[in-house]
């Protein structure tokens, strides 16, 4: 079963910079070749749909929303099974709970699936 397992939220001022990671396990043992998968971050402010901040659309190339372009950095390590998202100059409205995903087929049903992380608070006082 793959799981996701998120660190590094917190509370920094505005200008501030964070780093979150996302570690994916049962990877290897449920047959997926990780550097194949999709992942990304999305964030939740209070009140608000989840929406999409960063991803990888193919096993190298990213996409980014136009509120995070410029400071928001989203990386893959396929050795180690992991994602991370580096911000910086942080604005109180980047506030949110921030989540992780990974997209992989299912070798046992043979669908697409999606798995999240437990998300990480982010807060940006100004």
């Known amino acids: 079963q793959v799981q996701l397992v998120e660190s590094g939220g917190g509370s920094v001022q505005a200008g501030g910079s964070l780093t979150l990671s996302c570690a994916a396990s049962g990877i290897t043992a449920s047959g997926i070749n990780f550097s194949n998968t999709g992942v990304g971050w999305y964030r939740q402010a209070p009140g608000q749909q989840r929406d999409l901040v960063a991803q990888?659309?193919?096993?190298?190339?990213?996409n980014y929303v136009d509120s995070v372009k410029g400071r928001f950095t989203i990386s893959r390590d396929n050795a180690k099974n992991t994602v991370s998202l580096q911000m910086s100059s942080l604005k109180p409205e980047d506030t949110a709970i921030y989540y992780c995903?990974?997209?992989?087929?299912?070798?046992?049903?043979?669908?697409?699936?999606?798995?999240w992380g437990q998300g990480s608070q982010v807060t940006v006082s100004s």
């Open positions: 990888f659309t193919t096993p190298s190339a990213t």
């Open positions: 995903y990974v997209d992989y087929w299912d070798t046992r049903t043979y669908q697409t699936r999606r798995t």
